[in-house]
């Protein structure tokens, strides 16, 4: 299996883009076929060969498909279809980046949507197919960047900086979309209530704005968040030496068994079941690091 990631170098396209990683699975790699796709307020844009298939499954619906396409942002996990040998590259937003990407280009990347008045109003929940150019452009080649990508992967990172700044190069973030962005980076270290005082504005315009921008409310965002950095600190840890009354003091919770409800809420299994399964993409993937 190989896997990178890799941070945009081009301060303009590090507004808007968290950061590119690859993913590979070769003929006869071992591991999970169906891991499953952890909460995600971000979305993510997925290069991949025309002709390969994908699969996502969440409670509701199953979206099956070829070649790129959109997920966005989800609250729900999904379980991916992994089954067999495949090459995508992703190209991952930063929280309420899409608002401000719709605005400026008039929403001609999402224009493949059944749904046009969709792309009013934030997309959660959702895997859309694509055409690869209505985002890349007619600069960008996807067998070229997935060639590139298995050989290069720096390489790789600035043609894609090189491309999207051609798309990004005039988009600017509207009021709302500022806010947003100054509350979503609070979000690990402030508490929701405390938000207005940190930002010098009242609560509900923060609450409406973020909502607005994103689709969903800041406690959502914030309960991914610590579910993603939970994962992370189990993924360090032998499944023997988890003592789960260090996970509660570390992340904040009241006791055990709110710890318990929690990661039900998400994964639909205890932390016992979980640890046994490890079946997230972080635990069959990695949480890879970005390289400098």
Request: hydrophobic share 35%; proline share 4%.
């Amino acid at each position: 299996m190989k896997t990178w990631k890799i941070k945009p170098k081009d301060p303009k396209v590090s507004q808007f883009i968290q950061c590119y990683w690859f993913l590979e699975k070769e003929l006869g790699d071992i591991s999970n076929n169906y891991p499953k796709l952890n909460p995600d307020p971000t979305a993510t844009f997925v290069i991949a060969p025309t002709q390969q298939s994908y699969s996502y499954k969440n409670k509701r619906m199953t979206f099956d498909g070829q070649g790129c396409h959109w997920i966005f942002p989800n609250s729900q996990t999904m379980q991916l279809d992994h089954s067999q040998p495949f090459s995508i590259i992703g190209i991952k937003f930063h929280i309420g980046a899409l608002y401000s990407l719709n605005v400026a280009l008039e929403s001609s990347m999402l224009k493949s949507l059944e749904d046009e008045n969709a792309i009013k109003r934030p997309i959660i929940d959702y895997v859309s197919q694509v055409d690869c150019k209505t985002f890349i452009g007619e600069t960008g080649n996807q067998t070229e960047l997935l060639s590139l990508a298995k050989t290069n992967p720096e390489e790789c990172a600035s043609k894609l900086d090189k491309i999207l700044y051609q798309r990004l190069q005039y988009c600017e973030q509207d009021k709302q979309s500022q806010l947003t962005h100054q509350a979503a980076e609070l979000l690990s270290t402030t508490a929701v209530q405390q938000m207005g005082k940190m930002l010098n504005c009242s609560q509900r315009t923060i609450e409406r704005n973020f909502s607005l921008v994103t689709g969903f409310t800041l406690k959502q965002c914030q309960s991914m968040n610590r579910f993603e950095a939970i994962l992370n600190r189990l993924h360090k840890i032998e499944a023997q030496d988890v003592n789960w009354l260090d996970i509660v003091a570390e992340f904040g919770f009241s006791d055990q068994p709110h710890l318990i409800r929690y990661l039900k809420s998400f994964v639909g299994q205890t932390p016992s079941e979980y640890i046994k399964q490890r079946d997230i993409t972080i635990d069959i993937y990695g949480n890879f690091e970005p390289l400098d």
